[in-house]
């Protein structure tokens, strides 16, 4: 069971969006959940993790089960000397034991340490960041996710099911 998580903000609150996916291939959710988070932190450069983190715990809450993998957008590492992002931060508290892939639609500050996957016809990559699965193998997943344009599918849901409803501030 692959969990494809995602955040959607307002000034004050949040949504937290969770597909899962039965395999990598996979074009339809085997279950979608939501979680609402009515008071957030204040967005923190470089701190982004403390306002996301909890958000992403809620909705994982929500699984009858651990996930085998996650898959977050944003970065695990944020630079080449592993300083750790909100991927890296989610693994240490499922205390290392679920592989987690960061997805980031755009370049990080220093982003050579990410993998660059191109996937459609598009010339922008996605940068691609794991830890508990070696970088290789999270490049191939991804990669084998299914849709024909850059963002898979299954992650164009989570973000759009995380967007979804959110009150206006």
Known sequence: MIACLDVGYTDTAARAACVVINNWRAS??????????????D??????????????QAVLDKLKQPP???????????????RPGLGAHLYETLNREVPVIG??????????????????????????????VPIAQAVVNIGAMHGPHRLPTILKR??????QDLPED
């Not at 339809?28 to 932190?41: N, Q, Y």
């Not at 989570?158 to 967007?163: E, G």
Request: proline share 6%.
């Open 28 to 41: 339809r959710p085997a279950a979608e959940h939501v979680a609402k988070i009515h008071e957030v932190k």
């Open 103 to 132: 997805v980031a639609k755009n370049p990080f500050k220093d982003t050579d340490h990410a993998t660059e996957l191109r996937r459609g016809k598009s010339d922008r990559p996605l940068y691609i960041t794991a830890v508990g």
């Open 158 to 163: 989570a973000d759009q099911l995380s967007r």
């Open 68 to 82: 085998t993998c996650i898959v977050v957008d944003g970065y695990v590492w944020l630079d080449g000397n592993h």
């Open 43 to 56: 967005y923190q450069p470089g701190e982004f993790y403390r306002r996301e983190l909890p958000c992403i």
